[in-house]
């Protein structure tokens, strides 16, 4: 599947899978995500991975 076939499925623009694909996104709308998972047959772990933040705490 297209990216351009997903976003229409979503119901979002192309841009935004494309952002989502390039890693060039600081936020994630929960909807988004679940809409994602719906039309691609998934869970949400097969998208995310936890990768803890290095920065220390001050």
Do not use: S
């Not at 909807?31 to 936890?50: F, M, S, W």
Request: glycine fraction near 6%; include cysteine; proline fraction near 3%.
């Amino acid at each position: 599947m297209t990216r351009k076939a997903l976003a229409e499925l979503v119901g979002v623009r192309p841009n935004t899978i494309g952002d989502l694909y390039h890693e060039r996104v600081k936020r994630i709308d929960l909807d988004l995500l679940n809409n994602i998972c719906r039309v691609l047959g998934c869970d949400l772990t097969d998208l995310l991975e936890y990768q803890p933040d290095n920065k220390e705490e001050k």
